[in-house]
C-alpha cells in the first residue's frame, strides 16, 4: 500500500480508514514493556529480495554552480534530531520523574513541527502558518513570522540564522534574533504558486555554507546559506517529506518513490539507493557506518553508509513505521504505527524490548537524553521511558496527539501538540 501525505486531516483519515484493519500488537501488559518481541522472522535474516536493495543506476544531478566542500560535518547549533546525522541524541539531562509544566504557548492550529533550541530561545513552526520565537525560560513570545502555509518543517539553526521550510513551497532564512527575513527560496514545484506542488516539509540541514532539504516536488536541494542560490538539485521519483543527514560527505534522505537515497553532498551526484517496499517518510539516522530509517511497508532498515548493501531489517506489527530512529550505546529507538516504541540491537536487528503505549499509533521520533528515551504518541501522551529496561519513568498528557518530536535541552523536555501547544516540562 502507498500513503501519500497530500493533506493533514486527510491523510488522518486515509491512515485510519486504510489502516483499520491493522491491530496493535498484544501488550505484555497495559502501559508495560513487552521483552523479547520478535519479528515474524529473525530480523537478520530478511535478506534484500527483488524489492528492497541497493540500485546503483544514477540519474544526473543537476549542478548550479561549484562545489562546497563537505567532509566531517560541522553541527549546526540546533538542527532536527539533535545534530546533522539524525541520531536523535542530546548530551544533557532532561526532568526527573515527575516533571511540571513549566509553560506551555498556545497558536491558532496543531504543532507537528519540533522545536529547535538555540542561545535561550525556542524556535518552532504551528499549522496556522507562523513561524514562532519564544523565551526559553518564560515562554513567552520573542516573534513570530508569517508564512503562506502550514509550517511542519523543524527548524535548523545556525550563525545567527534559523532555516525552516513551510508548506507554502519555499525555504526560509530568518534572522534568530529579530525574526528578519533574509533571504527566501522557492522549489521547482511551487512555481505555479501551489502549495501543496512544492511543500517544504523537510527540515533542513545547514553545513559549511550550505542548506540542505527536500520537497513535496520531488527535488532534494542544496542552496546557498548566505543568498539562498541553488547550488544542485536531484530529483526523486516521488515527494521528498523526509529530512536529509550528513555524514563523511554524503547526504542521506528518503523519498516517496519508496528509495532510500546516498548523494555527494557536494555535488549531488546519486552514490547509491536502497529500495524498500513502499514510500520513506522516516528521516535516516548515521551511526557507526549504517545508516538506519523506517519505511511505511511498516520496516525498519539498516544499510550499510557506504554500499548502501542490506545489513538487516525488522518487521513491526503494525502497517507503517513513520518515525525516525534515535542511535545510542548500540541501540536504535523508533516508534511504529503498531503503538509500540521498539529498541533493537543495532548490529542485529532483534528486539531488545519494546513499550506499548495502547492503540494509537507512535508517530513522534524517540530523544534520548540521559539514560531516558522521550517521545509521543497519537494517544496524545508525552512518555520517558528508560532505556536499559524498557519501564516508564512518566507520562504527560496533553489535549491531542501528538506527532511533534521532543527536543531535550538543560532540563527541559519541549515538544508540540496537535491541541496547537507548544509544551515545557521540567522539575521547576
Same mark, same amino acid.
Given at each position: 500500500?502507498?500513503?501519500? *501525505?497530500?493533506?493533514?486531516?486527510?491523510?488522518?483519515?486515509?491512515?485510519?480508514?486504510?489502516?483499520?484493519?491493522?491491530?496493535?500488537?498484544?501488550?505484555?501488559?497495559?502501559?508495560?514493556?513487552?521483552?523479547?518481541?520478535?519479528?515474524?522472522?529473525?530480523?537478520?535474516?530478511?535478506?534484500?529480495?527483488?524489492?528492497?536493495?541497493?540500485?546503483?543506476?544514477?540519474?544526473?544531478?543537476?549542478?548550479?554552480?561549484?562545489?562546497?566542500?563537505?567532509?566531517?560535518?560541522?553541527?549546526?547549533?540546533?538542527?532536527?534530531?539533535?545534530?546533522?546525522?539524525?541520531?536523535?541524541?542530546?548530551?544533557?539531562?532532561?526532568?526527573?520523574?515527575?516533571?511540571?509544566?513549566?509553560?506551555?504557548?498556545?497558536?491558532?492550529?496543531?504543532?507537528?513541527?519540533?522545536?529547535?533550541?538555540?542561545?535561550?530561545?525556542?524556535?518552532?513552526?504551528?499549522?496556522?502558518?507562523?513561524?514562532?520565537?519564544?523565551?526559553?525560560?518564560?515562554?513567552?513570545?520573542?516573534?513570530?513570522?508569517?508564512?503562506?502555509?502550514?509550517?511542519?518543517?523543524?527548524?535548523?539553526?545556525?550563525?545567527?540564522?534559523?532555516?525552516?521550510?513551510?508548506?507554502?513551497?519555499?525555504?526560509?532564512?530568518?534572522?534568530?534574533?529579530?525574526?528578519?527575513?533574509?533571504?527566501?527560496? *522557492?522549489?521547482?514545484?511551487?512555481?505555479?504558486?501551489?502549495?501543496?506542488?512544492?511543500?517544504?516539509?523537510?527540515?533542513?540541514?545547514?553545513?559549511?555554507?550550505?542548506?540542505?532539504?527536500?520537497?513535496?516536488?520531488?527535488?532534494?536541494?542544496?542552496?546557498?546559506?548566505?543568498?539562498?542560490?541553488?547550488?544542485?538539485?536531484?530529483?526523486?521519483?516521488?515527494?521528498?517529506?523526509?529530512?536529509?543527514?550528513?555524514?563523511?560527505?554524503?547526504?542521506?534522505?528518503?523519498?516517496?518513490?519508496?528509495?532510500?537515497?546516498?548523494?555527494?553532498?557536494?555535488?549531488?551526484?546519486?552514490?547509491? *539507493?536502497?529500495?524498500?517496499?513502499?514510500?520513506?517518510?522516516?528521516?535516516?539516522?548515521?551511526?557507526?557506518?549504517?545508516?538506519?530509517?523506517?519505511?511505511?511497508?511498516?520496516?525498519?532498515?539498516?544499510?550499510?553508509?557506504?554500499?548502501? *548493501?542490506?545489513?538487516?531489517?525488522?518487521?513491526?506489527?503494525?502497517?507503517?513505521?513513520?518515525?525516525?530512529?534515535?542511535?545510542?550505546?548500540?541501540?536504535?529507538?523508533?516508534?511504529?504505527?503498531?503503538?509500540?516504541?521498539?529498541?533493537?540491537?543495532?548490529?542485529?536487528?532483534?528486539?531488545?524490548?519494546?513499550?506499548?503505549?495502547?492503540?494509537?499509533a507512535v508517530y513522534s521520533s524517540p530523544a534520548v537524553a540521559d539514560g531516558i528515551v522521550h517521545f509521543g504518541s497519537r494517544d496524545g501522551c508525552l512518555y520517558a521511558v528508560n532505556t536499559q529496561t524498557g519501564r516508564l519513568e512518566w507520562k504527560f498528557q496533553t489535549g491531542a496527539g501528538i506527532e511533534s518530536s521532543p527536543v531535550v535541552a538543560e532540563g527541559i523536555v519541549f515538544c508540540g501538540s496537535e491541541d496547537g501547544q507548544l509544551y515545557a516540562l521540567s522539575d521547576k
Amino acid at each position: 500500500m502507498r500513503v501519500k *501525505r497530500l493533506g493533514f486531516g486527510a491523510l488522518l483519515l486515509a491512515l485510519s480508514m486504510a489502516l483499520a484493519a491493522c491491530s496493535p500488537a498484544a501488550p505484555a501488559g497495559s502501559g508495560a514493556p513487552a521483552p523479547e518481541a520478535p519479528a515474524s522472522k529473525p530480523a537478520n535474516e530478511q535478506a534484500a529480495g527483488p524489492t528492497e536493495g541497493p540500485i546503483d543506476v544514477p540519474p544526473a544531478p543537476q549542478r548550479q554552480d561549484g562545489p562546497s566542500a563537505v567532509g566531517v560535518p560541522e553541527q549546526s547549533e540546533a538542527a532536527f534530531r539533535g545534530d546533522l546525522q539524525r541520531s536523535g541524541v542530546y548530551r544533557t539531562h532532561g526532568p526527573g520523574e515527575s516533571p511540571h509544566l513549566k509553560w506551555k504557548f498556545s497558536t491558532g492550529d496543531g504543532v507537528y513541527s519540533s522545536p529547535a533550541v538555540a542561545a535561550g530561545t525556542v524556535y518552532f513552526g504551528s499549522r496556522d502558518g507562523y513561524f514562532y520565537a519564544v523565551d526559553r525560560e518564560s515562554g513567552q513570545e520573542k516573534w513570530k513570522l508569517k508564512t503562506g502555509h502550514a509550517v511542519r518543517s523543524s527548524a535548523a539553526v545556525q550563525d545567527g540564522v534559523v532555516y525552516f521550510g513551510s508548506h507554502d513551497g519555499r525555504l526560509y532564512a530568518v534572522d534568530a534574533a529579530s525574526g528578519e527575513m533574509k533571504w527566501t527560496f *522557492r522549489t521547482r514545484g511551487a512555481a505555479d504558486d501551489s502549495a501543496a506542488a512544492g511543500a517544504v516539509e523537510s527540515s533542513p540541514a545547514v553545513c559549511e555554507g550550505v542548506v540542505y532539504t527536500g520537497s513535496s516536488d520531488g527535488y532534494v536541494y542544496a542552496i546557498d546559506a548566505a543568498s539562498g542560490k541553488e547550488k544542485w538539485h536531484f530529483r526523486t521519483e516521488g515527494m521528498v517529506l523526509s529530512s536529509p543527514a550528513l555524514a563523511d560527505g554524503l547526504l542521506y534522505i528518503g523519498s516517496y518513490d519508496g528509495h532510500l537515497y546516498a548523494l555527494d553532498a557536494q555535488t549531488g551526484a546519486l552514490r547509491w *539507493r536502497f529500495q524498500t517496499g513502499d514510500s520513506v517518510y522516516s528521516t535516516p539516522a548515521v551511526a557507526g557506518g549504517t545508516v538506519f530509517f523506517g519505511s511505511l511497508d511498516g520496516k525498519v532498515y539498516a544499510v550499510d553508509s557506504r554500499s548502501g *548493501r542490506l545489513k538487516w531489517s525488522f518487521r513491526t506489527a503494525g502497517a507503517i513505521v513513520w518515525s525516525s530512529p534515535a542511535v545510542e550505546g548500540g541501540v536504535v529507538y523508533i516508534g511504529a504505527y503498531d503503538g509500540n516504541l521498539y529498541a533493537l540491537d543495532a548490529a542485529t536487528g532483534q528486539v531488545k524490548w519494546r513499550y506499548w503505549t495502547g492503540k494509537k499509533a507512535v508517530y513522534s521520533s524517540p530523544a534520548v537524553a540521559d539514560g531516558i528515551v522521550h517521545f509521543g504518541s497519537r494517544d496524545g501522551c508525552l512518555y520517558a521511558v528508560n532505556t536499559q529496561t524498557g519501564r516508564l519513568e512518566w507520562k504527560f498528557q496533553t489535549g491531542a496527539g501528538i506527532e511533534s518530536s521532543p527536543v531535550v535541552a538543560e532540563g527541559i523536555v519541549f515538544c508540540g501538540s496537535e491541541d496547537g501547544q507548544l509544551y515545557a516540562l521540567s522539575d521547576k
